[in-house]
């Protein structure tokens, strides 16, 4: 079992605290989002990880020396969307957990003996042009599309068994390969393919910080809880 890390965004939104960092490396309450990530790898004793980086990529190069991970550069973070970060690391997918740097755990949600293809969700109320999931009573993943409600969204944490990720790694091919690719996120070609694989949910606790308010507010809302 193997981790591969997206982390090669611009960040925008969190400026300026991303100026001088990738996203990935916002701290919240004092530690980035990705140690914190590599942190809960290792508890899960998940030790094979691979970052893929974009913006400001040297930032990221003493986490190599610190915990050993492997860095793949995608020299075009700021072209395309994240499928292309997965293309590059194609090869590696396969029995994989794949999460996107800038998504923060409070606390561990990954598991080693995991089995099953599954989305690690968070619920929303009212959540507006999101990935919402619809799931059966077993928490099996029925549909998977773009639209707004309430319910389970795409969080940018999941597990993939080798043989679904061999199936999406054949289609992130094929969507690279035509050239008509760099627009798409990697879960495209999940959508395309999700009446052939066998998904779970997997409800948990992630956050997605887009905004310096959002930063302040989750760490008031964690300092609170502690």
Known sequence: ????????????????????????????????????????????GITDIT???????DSLDYLKTRYGVKIVHNEYYNEY???????LVREEFGDSYVLEGDV??????????????TYFAAYREEYENEWGLTLDDNQ??????????????????????????????????????????ESLFWDDAVLQLQDELTIYC????????????????LEALLTQHA
């Open 104 to 117: 923060y755990m409070p606390a561990n949600c990954l598991e080693s003996d995991i089995t099953h293809s």
């Open 140 to 181: 099996l993943v029925k549909e998977i599309r773009p639209q707004s409600g309430t319910g389970y969204i795409l969080s940018g944490i999941s597990y993939w068994t080798y043989d679904d990720a061999t199936k999406i790694r054949m289609r992130i091919d094929e969507l690279v390969a035509s050239g008509e690719f």
């Open 1 to 44: 079992m193997n981790a591969i890390i997206l982390a090669a965004g611009l960040g925008t939104r969190l400026r300026p605290l991303t100026n001088d960092r990738p996203k990935c490396l916002v701290p919240v309450l004092g530690t980035p989002m990705i140690e914190q990530q590599i942190h809960f790898l290792h508890e899960s």
């Open 51 to 57: 970052i893929v980086s974009g913006y400001r990529a």
């Open 202 to 217: 997997r409800p948990t606790q992630i956050y997605e910080i887009d905004t310096v308010p959002e930063l302040r507010a």
């Open 81 to 87: 969307n994240n499928i292309y970060s997965l293309y």
